[in-house]
């Protein structure tokens, strides 16, 4: 079953900010990462977080508490092509390898 | 020309049919990955090839097999397809970064509808 848990759908306005949870089990950590997919689309890799803070890049950030088993997705000036699926994907266990989240559908309205 | 490359995009066969989807890098990654998504279950790992001789079970591999038959191509059988695995098959590579995953690089997806 899934080892992380993220919403399922999230609504926001264009030029809004959006932050996307995710909660994940402990056990074997390594890092989370989050990907991007429009609808009949590939997922596509926005950020990875190991260590706790945030990161940065453009308009999109992503934060991660390794005390609190706990990252978001933080999305500024939403525009209307940020609506997409947005998953959450922990990479732990005894090999390298990433489980990912049943995903957050974002939908950015006028 | 897209740096992973799925054959074939969209596949109907019959129950109990054997299917391969084929994939192809040209990123010259070590790693390889097959995913399955599913609506409302996200994507999950059927198998995953850290190099030609490195095949390993992801948590979905039963009723699948791979081959990895050189570093650029990975490519998934069902021997004996059922309707429960009409889903959308993702490859994806990445390249070792000291023992992290690092970005996975997806292709562009393989439909799979078995009736």
């Known amino acids: 079953g899934q080892s992380l848990e993220q919403p399922s759908e999230v609504t926001a306005v264009e030029g809004a900010i959006v932050q996307i949870n995710c909660t994940y089990q402990t056990s074997g950590f390594y890092g989370l990462s989050w990907y991007q997919q429009h609808d009949g689309g590939a997922p596509t890799f926005l950020s990875y977080?190991?260590?706790?803070g945030l990161e940065e890049t453009g308009r999109f950030s992503s934060f991660l508490s390794r005390s609190d088993s706990y990252g978001y997705l933080l999305l500024q000036e939403l525009q209307m092509k940020d609506s997409a699926s947005y998953f959450c994907?922990?990479?732990?266990?005894?090999?390298?390898?990433?489980?990912f989240g049943t995903g957050t559908r974002l939908q950015v309205t006028l | 020309d897209a740096d992973v490359t799925q054959t074939p995009r969209n596949r109907i066969t019959k129950t109990g049919k054997r299917i391969m989807l084929e994939c192809s890098q040209t990123?010259?990654?070590?790693?390889m990955y097959w995913y399955r998504q599913d609506p409302g279950l996200g994507l999950r790992l059927i198998y995953y090839s850290f190099d030609v001789k490195d095949i390993n079970k992801g948590e979905i591999s039963d009723g699948y097999s791979v081959s990895r038959q050189a570093q650029a191509k990975f490519s998934l059988s069902l021997e004996s397809a059922i309707p429960n695995q009409t889903a959308l098959y993702f490859c994806?590579?990445?390249?070792?970064?000291?023992?992290?995953?690092?970005?996975?690089?997806f292709g562009e997806g393989s439909r799979l509808t078995v009736l």
């Open positions: 994907a922990r990479e732990g266990g005894t090999a390298s390898k990433l489980t």
């Open positions: 977080n190991a260590l706790d």
């Open positions: 990123k010259g990654h070590d790693r």
């Open positions: 994806a590579t990445s390249v070792s970064t000291g023992g992290a995953v690092g970005e996975l690089f």
